[in-house]
């Protein structure tokens, strides 16, 4: 199926909720239909292009003057499964949170803590979503997709996708050409349950023999009482990554800063620091200009109130990052993606 509109609205197509326009906007369900996009004479590959998916991590800061593309491709299937594991292959346009449930209903381990995560499966490799403890990385075997400006399908392995935190090649050297259509999970059969994590293992307490699905409704109670609804406040999660320093930056911080939450990495020598305190040690928890502000609760989450325009959250957001490096010295980098600029 395809569907193909000119100066086509997006406002229900991002959780901020910014009313901004595309100039082509195409949707499709069969990679066939994106190939046949490719060789036509209507696409100009030489446009701005941008993927888009339920557009959760998204600022359109602008009306897109390009084509929008849209891989509404569903379908969950198993390819393969031996005692241990089983191997679940999504389509790009099923709704993440969908298949946690379906995984976690079947009692495989590897995407719990990932429950309620907004999106869908096509941008879950993009910036190797994470939380509670779990990463998508972890659990991605392949990633495929169709190169636009070939037409040409290519199979990524995990190691291809180079990820690393919130990141991986799709964000860098294949952002906005390599269109993923389905993506090969791994899911173990015996799960051990990721609970290191503050408020996980208290609410585990009372649990004689907790599984994956007990996990997923504390992760999921927990997220519903912490995050802003994007249905009630338009926002896009957290808007900033948790800075990443070396070791020696974080002692200094520390020693200037005591109450910061400083985070271990795998590497002993870098440290993550937390963007949220950040921003809030710099006054801007709560702040609100117009309908564009900074959530109440997270420093973290950039919020529209309504009617605030993409621009007007960028500019916030610009003058959140100079603030944090002029009085603390560490350079804030964007979460979300931002289009239409
Ligand atoms: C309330 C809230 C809570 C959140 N919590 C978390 C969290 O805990 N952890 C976390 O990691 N993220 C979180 N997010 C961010 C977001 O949900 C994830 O990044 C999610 O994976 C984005 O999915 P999406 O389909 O909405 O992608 P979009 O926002 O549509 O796109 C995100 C990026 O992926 C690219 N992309 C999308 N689909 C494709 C595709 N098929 N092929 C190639 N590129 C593609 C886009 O071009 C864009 O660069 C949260 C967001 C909200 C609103």
């Not at 100039?23 to 190939?35: A, G, K, M, N």
């Amino acid at each position: 199926m395809i569907r193909y509109f000119e100066n086509y609205s997006l406002k229900a197509y991002n959780t901020f909720g910014i009313d901004a326009r595309a100039r082509h906007f195409f949707e499709f369900t069969e990679v066939t239909d994106l190939q046949e996009l490719v060789s036509s004479r209507l696409f100009q590959s030489d446009m701005p292009r941008f993927i888009l998916g339920g557009g959760s991590n998204l600022l359109l800061a602008g009306d897109f003057n390009g084509w929008v593309i849209f891989p509404n491709i569903p379908g969950i299937s198993i390819e393969g499964e031996d005692r241990s594991f089983v191997k679940v292959r999504a389509g790009a346009g099923v709704v993440w949170d969908d298949l946690v449930e379906y995984t976690v209903r079947e009692g495989w381990g590897g995407a719990e803590n990932l429950s309620l995560i907004p999106g869908r499966v096509g941008a879950v490799p993009v910036q190797n979503i994470g939380a509670y403890g779990q990463e998508a990385s972890e659990i991605i075997e392949e990633v495929s997709g169709v190169d636009i400006r070939s037409g040409v399908i290519y199979n990524l392995s995990a190691a291809d996708c180079r990820f690393a935190y919130r990141d991986s090649i799709f964000k860098n050297e294949m952002k906005d050409f390599f269109v993923i259509t389905s993506v090969r999970f791994r899911f173990d059969k015996f799960p051990l349950l990721r609970t290191d994590y503050q408020g996980v293992r208290e609410e585990l307490q009372d649990f004689k023999d907790p599984g994956v699905a007990d996990l997923r409704r504390i992760i999921t109670a927990i997220r519903r009482s912490k995050l802003p609804d994007p249905e009630l406040t338009g926002n896009a999660g957290s808007f900033f990554k948790n800075p990443v320093v070396s070791k020696a930056m974080a002692v200094t911080l520390q020693s200037e800063y005591p109450a910061l939450p400083v985070y271990d990495t795998a590497d002993p020598q870098v440290k993550k620091l937390s963007a949220g305190w950040l921003i809030d040690h710099c006054g801007w928890k709560g702040y609100r200009r117009r309908d564009a502000g900074v959530h109440v609760n997270h420093a973290l989450v950039l919020v529209n109130y309504g009617s605030a325009t993409g621009r007007e959250i960028y500019d916030l957001s610009e003058e959140i990052r100079i603030s944090v490096l002029e009085k603390t010295g560490v350079a804030l980098e964007r979460e979300v993606n931002v289009a239409g600029l």
